[in-house]
Nanobody
């Protein structure tokens, strides 16, 4: 499994922007891997925010972030970025990057099927 290291997150006012980064560690790449961003707010279940499939370039977005969040992967397949715009207080959560060697469209996989997880990053949207 590809170990990952997250960076980014923080505190922002409603309507603001933040970005999260997920980097493949130890010289690895995301080749043949699906990458997903999940989030978990206090008292709520973990939910998928966005993901990239291993063999399909079309990203998946949950309805609650469509038009506001953008997921992208660099050409070397070593870093995935989640750009978050027009943030609302409802976006407040701990965000996790997850990856695994999964061949199908990333949206069909549950969180439990991703074997490698980042350490999580707090995103707080508050005035």
């Amino acid at each position: 499994q590809v170990p990952v290291v997250q960076s980014g997150g923080g505190l922002v006012q409603p309507g603001g922007s933040l970005s999260l980064s997920c980097a493949a560690a130890s010289g690895a790449t995301f080749y043949d891997h699906a990458i997903a961003w999940f989030r978990q707010a206090p008292g709520k279940e973990r939910e998928r925010v966005s993901c990239l499939s291993s063999h399909v370039d079309t990203p998946y977005y949950a309805d609650f972030v469509k038009g506001r969040f953008t997921i992208s992967r660099d050409g070397a397949k070593k870093t995935v970025i989640l750009q978050m715009n027009n943030l609302t207080p409802e976006d407040t959560a701990i965000y996790y990057c997850a990856t695994d060697r999964l061949a199908l469209t990333c949206s069909v996989y549950g969180a439990y099927e991703f074997g490698s997880w980042g350490q999580g990053a707090q995103v707080t949207v508050s005035s």
